[in-house]
C-alpha cells in the first residue's frame, strides 16, 4: 500500500500526557510511519500506509475520540471555528454557573467563618449546599470526571484525573462530615464544598480563556485560505458557469475578471492584465501576464480579463501545498520540547503518587485536625500539578512562529529547522541566482564613435549576429537589443568558434564578436581597449571586442548583475553575527569581485555540485552549525547537508523540497527574517518552559505544605485551581506576542 497524510481530529485531549499517549498508540499500529499530535488544535497528523480504520481504532483503544478529516481545508477550519465558538460559550456558562455557587460560598466562610458541621441545623444547611454542588459537579465538571473514568478504564492517568480527584474528594470528604459528624473530632468538621465549585468554575474560565486565545495562533493558515475563492468561473461549451472550486479539472479553461483571485495554477491562453502576486511571493509590484504566462492560484488579478487553462488544481496547486507545509510545521516538534514531552509522559502518576505520600505525612505526623489538613494538601497537589501549562508551553509558539514566518514569505518545513535557524554560526550563500538574479545581462556598451547612435547601430549589429545562438551571453546581447526595441537583420556565413567567439555576414558587414584571442587571430588592433577590459573583468564583467569589416568598433561587457538588496542583506545578516563564505561554479575573478562589492571575505570558486556539499561538510566538521542558502539543482546536496537549507522561492522545485526553510521572495532579507523570527520562537518557548516548570516545581511543594512550619497555614485547593487554569492562559498569551513579531528591517 502506497504512503499517504491523513488528519484525525481528536476529542477528550486536554494535556502533554495524553499527546504520548495516542502518539504511542498509533505508532504502534502496522503501517504508521509517523504520527504527530498537536496539542494546540487537536489534530493528528499520520504518515504510512495504516488504515484509517485501524488508526481511530487505535485512539479509542487509548481512551481518546477520533475522526477522520475527509472534508476540505476550508470546510474543516470552518468546522472548528464553529465548534471553538460553541466549546467557548459552553465553557463560559459552565464557569459562570460554578463560580455563581463557589464566589457567595467563600464570601461566607471568609465573613463567619461558619463551614462547620457541629448540629443539625447545620447539617441539613450543608447537605442541601452540598447537593447544589453535586450538581455543579455533574453538569459544569462532568467532563473532567468522565475524561478521568475512560483514562482509568484504559489504565492511563490525566489532567481530568486529577481535576476528578482534587474536587471529587474535597466533595466527599465534605459530605462524610454533613453525613457522620461524630466519625471526625470537633476541629475536623469543616467542609470544602466552596472548593470544589470554585475549582470547576477557575478551570473552565483558564480553558474558556486559552480557547479564545489559542484560535488567534492559526490565523496565518486562516489568511492563507481566505487567498482561494470558493468557486471559479469555468468556460465550457461557449458559456461561462461558476462552480465550486473543488470541481475544477486539470484542462478546464477558465476565465477571471479585473478584482477576482486566481482560483488554481495555470497558464494564460487570452488576455493581459497585471497580477499582484504579492500575497505568495512578498513581491510589492505586480506582474504582467500574458499568452503563455504563468498564473498561482490565490493571486489577484487587477485590470484585464484573463482565459487561462487549468493546470493544477485542488491539492496540487502551490497555494494548497504553501498550506498544507505550514500546517505540518505548525503541528511539527521542536528538539527542545522533548524534555517536556519525557517529562509529561510520567508527571500525572508521580504527582498522584507525591499527593497520597504528602496526605499520608500530614495525617500521621501533622497537626490537629489532621484530616482536614490532609484533605486540603492532597486536593492542593492535585489541583496545581496539571500539567496543562508544559504540554501548551512549545506547540503554542511553534503555531504562531511558523505562521508568521508565512506572513514574510518564510515557508518552515518542520520545528527542527525552526530550532536550528536561531544557532547558526556560518551562513554559505551560492552565488548565482542567489546573490544575483541569475540571468546575465548587457551592462556595459561603448564604441569607437562614443555616440548613442553609434552604440544602438553596433548593438543591432550584435543581436543580429548572436540572434541564433543559444549562449547566455548571446541571450544576454539579444534581449539588450529588443528593450531597445531595435531591429534584428538576417545573418549569413555564421560561424561559432570554440573558445574564441563568433562572426558572421550583417548587412554586408563582416561583424565579429568575442576575446581577446579572436581579435588576435583576426588581426584585429584592440591596444586602446585593453585598459578597459581589464576594469570591466575588475568589476566582475565578462568583456567582449566587437569588430566590423576588420576594424575595432568597440566593447561590451556581460554580467549576471547582483541583486538590488543583496549587499544591504549581508550586512544585515553580519550584523546577526553570522560568518558568510559564498560558493559558486563561476570564474575566480567574477567571484571575487562579487564579494568584493557584497562585503564578503570568504569565496569558493569555480566549484561542482559535489564541491559544495564536501565544503558544508568541512565546515560542520570543524563545528560550525551551517545554513546554507541556493536555488538549483546543483544547490540540493548542499542544502540537503546543511543543518538548515534555506532555498530560494523563485528556484527549482528540486532545491524547495530538498531545503528545510523556502523563501517566496528571492532575497537574502528573507533569511535574515527567518533567523530573526527563529530566535524569537525559540526565545518565546523558553519563557514558557521556564515558566511552566518554576511553576509545577515551585507549586507542588508549597500546596504540599513546605511553607505551613514558617506561615501557619496551608495553600487553599481554590487559590491551587486559580493558578494551574490561569498557568496555561498566561502561557497561551506569552505564545501569542509572537503575532506582533516584526523584522529588525521590514523588506
Known amino acids: 500500500m502506497s504512503e499517504k497524510q491523513q488528519t484525525f481530529t481528536l476529542s477528550g485531549v486536554s494535556c502533554a500526557g495524553c499527546v504520548s499517549k495516542i502518539e504511542k498508540a498509533v505508532n504502534a499500529v502496522p503501517g504508521v510511519g509517523e504520527a504527530r499530535v498537536n496539542l494546540a488544535d487537536r489534530t493528528l497528523q499520520v504518515s504510512g500506509s495504516a488504515d484509517a480504520g485501524a488508526i481511530q481504532s487505535a485512539i479509542e483503544g487509548a481512551g481518546y475520540g477520533a475522526e ?58 450543608w447537605g442541601a449546599v452540598g447537593l447544589l454542588t453535586l450538581a455543579v459537579l455533574v453538569y459544569c465538571g462532568g467532563h473532567f470526571f468522565s475524561g478521568a473514568w ?8 490525566n489532567m481530568d484525573t486529577l481535576i476528578a480527584l ?85 484542462g478546464d479553461r477558465l476565465r477571471v475578471r479585473p478584482g477576482e483571485k486566481i482560483p488554481v495554477d495555470g497558464q494564460v491562453l487570452e488576455g493581459s492584465s497585471l497580477v499582484d502576486e504579492s500575497m505568495l511571493t512578498g513581491e510589492p509590484v505586480p506582474v504582467k501576464k500574458g499568452a503563455g504566462d504563468a498564473l498561482s492560484a490565490g493571486t489577484l488579478n487587477k485590470n484585464g480579463t484573463l482565459l ?43 504527582v498522584m503518587i507525591v499527593a497520597i505520600v504528602a496526605a499520608l505525612i500530614w495525617f500521621n505526623w501533622g497537626p490537629d485536625p489532621r484530616a482536614a489538613h490532609m484533605l486540603v494538601v492532597l486536593t492542593s497537589v492535585l489541583i496545581i500539578a496539571c500539567p496543562c501549562a508544559l504540554g501548551l508551553a512549545t506547540p503554542m509558539s511553534v503555531m504562531v512562529g511558523v505562521g508568521k514566518g508565512a506572513e514574510y514569505g518564510v515557508l518552515v518545513r518542520n520545528g527542527k529547522a525552526l530550532q536550528q535557524a536561531s544557532n547558526l554560526t556560518t551562513l554559505v550563500v551560492d552565488k548565482t541566482g542567489t546573490l544575483t538574479e541569475g540571468a546575465p545581462k548587457l551592462t556595459d556598451l561603448e564604441t569607437v564613435g562614443g555616440g548613442d547612435g553609434d552604440a544602438d547601430e553596433l548593438l543591432a549589429l550584435l543581436a543580429s549576429l548572436e540572434q541564433g545562438s543559444e549562449h547566455p551571453l548571446a541571450e544576454a546581447v ?46 584585429i588592433d584592440i591596444a586602446a581597449w585593453h585598459e578597459r577590459a581589464e576594469e570591466l573583468a575588475d568589476l566582475g564583467r565578462t568583456a567582449m571586442y566587437a569588430a566590423v569589416n576588420g576594424a575595432a568598433a568597440g566593447i561590451i561587457a556581460v554580467a549576471d548583475p547582483i541583486r538590488d538588496d543583496a549587499k544591504a542583506a ?94 517566496m521572495r528571492s532575497s537574502l532579507h528573507g533569511v535574515a527574517n527567518a533567523i530573526e523570527l527563529s530566535r524569537a520562537t525559540l526565545r518565546n518557548i523558553k519563557q514558557n518552559l521556564f515558566g511552566a516548570f518554576v511553576y509545577n516545581t515551585l507549586g507542588i511543594p508549597v500546596a504540599a505544605g513546605v511553607l505551613f512550619p514558617f506561615t501557619g497555614a496551608l495553600l487553599s485547593p481554590v487559590i491551587a485551581g486559580a493558578a494551574m487554569a490561569f498557568s496555561s492562559v498566561t502561557v497561551v498569551s506569552n505564545a501569542n506576542r509572537l503575532r506582533f513579531f516584526q523584522p529588525t528591517e521590514v523588506q
Open 570 to 663: 549581508i550586512a544585515r545578516l553580519l550584523r546577526l553575527g553570522l560568518r558568510i563564505e559564498m560558493l559558486t561554479g563561476d570564474s575566480s575573478a567574477t567571484a571575487e569581485a562579487v564579494a568584493q562589492q557584497l562585503g564578503i571575505d570568504r569565496v569558493h570558486a569555480e566549484l561542482l555540485p559535489e564541491d559544495k556539499e564536501k565544503i558544508v561538510g568541512e565546515l560542520l566538521k570543524k563545528g560550525e552549525r551551517v545554513g546554507m542558502v541556493g536555488d538549483g539543482i546543483n544547490d540540493a546536496p548542499a542544502l540537503a547537508r546543511a543543518d538548515v537549507g534555506f532555498a530560494i522561492g523563485a528556484g527549482t522545485d528540486v532545491a524547495i523540497e530538498t531545503a528545510d526553510i523556502t523563501l
Open 166 to 250: 482534587g474536587t471529587g474528594t474535597a466533595w466527599a470528604f465534605s459530605m462524610l462530615v454533613v453525613l457522620l459528624p461524630q466519625l471526625l473530632p470537633e476541629a475536623a468538621r469543616h467542609v470544602y464544598f466552596e472548593a470544589s465549585a470554585m475549582i470547576i468554575g477557575l478551570i473552565n474560565l483558564g480553558q474558556a480563556l486559552e480557547v479564545r486565545a489559542r484560535g488567534r495562533t492559526s490565523a496565518a493558515v486562516e489568511k492563507l485560505l481566505q487567498l482561494q475563492d470558493p468557486t471559479a468561473r469555468v468556460v465550457r461549451d461557449g458559456r461561462e458557469v461558476d462552480i465550486p472550486l473543488e470541481e475544477v479539472q486539470v
Open 68 to 125: 477522520p478529516v475527509r472534508r476540505s481545508e476550508r470546510e474543516l477550519r470552518e468546522q472548528q471555528h464553529a465548534e471553538e465558538q460553541r466549546h467557548y460559550r459552553q465553557l463560559l456558562w459552565r464557569s459562570g454557573l460554578a463560580l455563581g455557587l463557589g464566589v457567595p460560598l467563600m464570601a461566607w466562610g471568609l465573613l463567619t467563618g461558619e463551614m462547620m458541621v457541629n448540629n443539625t441545623g447545620q447539617q441539613l444547611a
Open 150 to 157: 475512560r483514562a482509568f478504564r484504559h489504565h492511563n492517568a
Open 478 to 523: 539579444v534581449a539588450a537589443a529588443r528593450e531597445r526595441n531595435l531591429e534584428l537583420l538576417p545573418v549569413s556565413d555564421f560561424e561559432a568558434i570554440t573558445a574564441h567567439g563568433v562572426s558572421g555576414t550583417v548587412k554586408d558587414k563582416k561583424i565579429l564578436l568575442g576575446n581577446r584571442k579572436l581579435m588576435q587571430r583576426e588581426n
Open 308 to 350: 487561462f487553462g487549468a493546470e493544477k488544481v485542488g491539492a496540487e496547486t502551490r497555494l494548497a501545498q504553501i498550506i498544507e507545509m505550514v500546517k505540518n510545521a505548525q503541528s511539527s516538534r521542536v528538539p527542545i520540547a522533548r524534555l517536556a514531552d519525557k517529562i509529561s509522559a510520567i508527571f500525572v502518576p508521580t
